[in-house]
């Protein structure tokens, strides 16, 4: 069975810094692209972040392009997101999800697993 486990969430004052974590497990992680999203209080599920399968390709929203990098270490079966110079409007739950094959997606529906999700909360 697939898990993912999301951490790192929290408070942080605007301007400052977090860094999410997913574990993975169930799956052969490293097949896999891995992607970041997120779900504002009443709004839709929106991409943040993906990374295909090696790393070696990345792609991001244009609301958080140089303010975040994700990244991820497949001997540890982990992605993470780290966060910079966050604002308000970055507040949301964020979700990890595993991808359907090897290539990375924007796409909600190209994820086949996600996580619990990870609450967010930016303050000015």
């Known amino acids: 069975q697939v898990q993912l486990v999301e951490s790192g969430g929290g408070l942080v004052q605007a301007g400052g810094s977090l860094r999410l974590s997913c574990a993975a497990s169930?799956?052969?992680?490293?097949?896999?692209?891995m992607g970041w999203f997120r779900q504002a209080p009443g709004k839709e599920r929106e991409f943040v972040a993906a990374?295909?399968?090696?790393?070696?390709?990345?792609y991001y929203a244009d609301s958080v392009k140089g303010r975040f990098t994700i990244s991820r270490d497949n001997a540890k079966n982990t992605v993470y997101l780290q966060m910079d110079s966050l604002k308000p409007e970055d507040t949301a739950v964020y979700y990890c999800?595993?991808?359907?094959?090897?290539?990375?997606?924007?796409?909600?529906?190209?994820?086949?697993?996600w996580g619990q999700g990870t609450p967010v909360t930016v303050s000015s």
């Open positions: 169930g799956r052969t992680f490293s097949n896999y692209a």
């Open positions: 990374i295909s399968w090696s790393g070696g390709s990345t």
């Open positions: 999800a595993t991808s359907k094959g090897g290539w990375l997606s924007i796409r909600i529906t190209e994820y086949a697993y």
